[in-house]
Nanobody, 125 residues
Framework: QAQLVESGGGLVQAGGSLRLSCAASGRTYMSYAMGWFRQAPGKEREFVAAITWNGGRTTYADSAKGRFTISRDNAKKTVYLQMNSLKPEDTAVYYC??????????????????WGQGTQVTVSS
């Protein structure tokens, strides 16, 4: 079983950057695909980015392409989400998630087995 802890959220002005981190515990972390999702107030949770167990494949939501980068350091059991050119509409609670099906960067939350508690990102205009 994996436990996930996000960090790195905060308040930033539009156009700024943040890097989110998600630290995982568990011996089988390296086999997990990892994803980032977000949920804004009054909205459904949505996919942001995902990465396979070995970092070989990534996928992004259209809203994240060209601005966000997902990466992972398996030695540190950590996955990152570098967010640049932030917009007010990026304001949300960001969650990381782990999928036991590590070979594909799934965009559907249904494929993820473990979730973190979330970190708040607020982008001011």
């Amino acid at each position: 079983q994996a436990q996930l802890v996000e960090s790195g959220g905060g308040l930033v002005q539009a156009g700024g950057s943040l890097r989110l981190s998600c630290a995982a515990s568990g011996r089988t972390y390296m086999s997990y695909a990892m994803g980032w999702f977000r949920q804004a107030p009054g909205k459904e949770r949505e996919f942001v980015a995902a990465i396979t167990w070995n970092g070989g494949r990534t996928t992004y939501a259209d809203s994240a392409k060209g601005r966000f980068t997902i990466s992972r350091d398996n030695a540190k059991k950590t996955v990152y989400l570098q967010m640049n050119s932030l917009k007010p509409e990026d304001t949300a609670v960001y969650y990381c998630a782990a999928s036991l099906q590590g070979a594909a960067p799934y965009s559907s939350a249904n494929y993820y087995d473990y979730w973190g508690q979330g970190t708040q990102v607020t982008v001011s205009s």
